[in-house]
T-cell receptor, first 114, second 113 residues
Framework: AQSVTQPDIHITVSEGASLELRCNYSYGATPYLFWYVQSPGQGLQLLLKYFSGDTLVQGIKGFEAEFKRSQSSFNLRKPSVHWSDAAEYFCAVGPKAAGNKLTFGGGTRVLVKP | EAGVTQSPTHLIKTRGQQVTLRCSPISGHTSVYWYQQALGLGLQFLLWYDEGEERNRGNFPPRFSGRQFPNYSSELNVNALELEDSALYLC????????????FGPGTRLLVL
């Protein structure tokens, strides 16, 4: 069965500092990989996705993620965090089959210090 | 372009009651998914509807059900509400032929007392 682990429940980062959120997945083959962000009281917004090809994926809001097959990881990074990046971030995997469910990690809550 | 919309935004019910949540997908999207985000349980897949049919179901009891209408909007029904049904219910939609990418609505927050 597929699973996603986000080892860090909370991360506190200073505004302007870099951010890296970890995501490890377990799946029999290379899945589709996603990062979503959820601001307080809001739904999920898709930040970026990886299907195939270049392992470094660029997303919205200055985020990028790198797929590392050997480590079964898909870590999210941002070089310089803004206060508006304070939110909860979810990594998700989906099988390469139409319409199948997404399996989410437990989420990482990011706090941004001024 | 309007995103996924859900109604109501919040509601409060008591144990044993029934509730209906509504979702309108992005225009042109034919698949609708429902997820439950409960405290301590994370985001869990509930149901997937496509072209009016239930295509997949998560590990939830039969009192969670739904349907999809010809205009691709969807309802989620929960019967015999239990306290642990308190959660944020998220609806997502995807484009025909691009069902790997799901776009989420703002959710309906349900509180069961």
């Amino acid at each position: 069965a597929q699973s996603v682990t986000q080892p860090d429940i909370h991360i506190t980062v200073s505004e302007g500092a870099s951010l890296e959120l970890r995501c490890n997945y377990s799946y029999g083959a290379t899945p589709y990989l996603f990062w979503y962000v959820q601001s307080p009281g809001q739904g999920l917004q898709l930040l970026l996705k990886y299907f195939s090809g270049d392992t470094l994926v660029q997303g919205i809001k200055g985020f990028e993620a790198e797929f590392k097959r050997s480590q079964s990881s898909f870590n999210l990074r941002k070089p310089s965090v803004h206060w508006s990046d304070a939110a909860e971030y979810f990594c998700a995997v989906g099988p390469k089959a139409a319409g199948n469910k997404l399996t989410f990690g437990g989420g990482t809550r990011v706090l941004v210090k001024p | 372009e309007a995103g996924v919309t859900q109604s109501p935004t919040h509601l409060i019910k008591t144990r044993g009651q029934q509730v209906t949540l509504r979702c309108s997908p992005i225009s042109g999207h034919t698949s609708v998914y429902w997820y439950q985000q409960a405290l301590g349980l994370g985001l869990q897949f509930l149901l997937w509807y496509d072209e009016g049919e239930e295509r997949n179901r998560g590990n939830f009891p039969p009192r969670f059900s739904g349907r999809q209408f010809p205009n691709y909007s969807s309802e989620l029904n929960v019967n015999a509400l239990e306290l642990e049904d308190s959660a944020l219910y998220l609806c997502a939609s995807s484009l025909e032929g691009r069902q790997e990418t799901q776009y989420f609505g703002p959710g309906t927050r349900l509180l069961v007392l």
